[in-house]
């Protein structure tokens, strides 16, 4: 994997995200089959709002996603790999309020070390009928964690610049509470990020693509192609 400079830094990421963002476009790379990016129109349908922040912490001079695997046992996407998030809270004024609530309440990071950079866009599940809201934040450290159990399974800390290498976008069958699917994912290790996760990765790694592959385009659904 070729990187323009060292590494990708915290102030690459603020600039790329004053950035029209691309929204479904780079949503759609990572959509699993049979799944839709819009949200219903029937007038009794009724989408519930959640928040998740895109934490950056800063490790060995790279920045590193932290990601968790759900509780096998929780009634939303049981066993995924997510950023830490959850539903907003009727007290809750802003989605950083609530994306930061739940970094806490999950990993045990203390939130008022983070810093909000911005955020990405909204998505859609129709699976479980949420909207997600993308919030950025960061910390330029690696910070005490200690996880929640009843929610996290286990803490993950991934090189973001290992997210750009081709070796590892790839598409596999797995297993899911509604039967077999195959899905886009990216598989880091032995890590597999796949639904609306690889997605919010996908749009993020479409921003920076220009600064870890500058002879590298996005075309007009999403792929990726030489310039």
């Known amino acids: 994997m070729e990187i323009k400079k060292n590494h990708i830094s915290i102030q690459d990421v603020e600039e790329v995200l004053k950035q029209e963002l691309p929204g479904k476009k780079a949503h759609s790379r990572m959509l699993p089959e049979g799944r839709?990016?819009?949200?219903?129109?029937?007038?009794?349908?009724?989408?519930?709002?959640?928040?998740?922040?895109?934490?950056?912490?800063?490790?060995?001079?790279?920045?590193?996603?932290?990601?968790?695997?759900?509780?096998?046992?929780?009634?939303?996407?049981?066993?995924?790999?997510?950023?830490?998030?959850?539903?907003?809270?009727?007290?809750?004024s802003t989605m950083a309020?609530?994306?930061?609530?739940?970094?806490e309440e999950e990993t045990g990071s203390d939130k008022t070390k983070v810093k909000i950079i911005g955020r990405l866009s909204e998505l859609y599940v129709s699976v479980s009928n949420f909207i997600i809201h993308p919030i950025v934040g960061y910390i330029d450290h690696e910070p005490e964690f200690k996880i929640d159990p009843e929610?996290?399974?286990?803490?993950?800390?991934?090189?973001?610049?290992?997210?750009?290498?081709?070796?590892?976008i790839v598409s596999i069958e797995i297993d899911t509470t509604s039967g077999k699917l195959n899905v886009p994912c990216f598989r880091i290790k032995e890590t597999i990020i796949w639904g609306a996760t690889a997605m919010i990765v996908a749009e993020f790694t479409a921003l920076l693509s220009e600064l870890v592959h500058p002879k590298v385009k996005y075309s007009d659904n999403g792929d990726i192609s030489p310039e």
């Open 151 to 168: 929610e996290v399974e286990e803490l993950i800390l991934l090189p973001v610049e290992s997210f750009f290498d081709k070796k590892n």
């Open 36 to 92: 839709s990016l819009e949200m219903p129109t029937e007038k009794f349908a009724k989408v519930k709002e959640s928040a998740v922040l895109v934490f950056l912490i800063l490790k060995d001079h790279q920045l590193h996603f932290c990601l968790t695997r759900r509780n096998r046992n929780m009634k939303h996407h049981p066993g995924q790999i997510s950023f830490p998030g959850g539903r907003r809270e009727e007290n809750e």
């Open 97 to 103: 309020e609530t994306a930061l609530r739940e970094l």
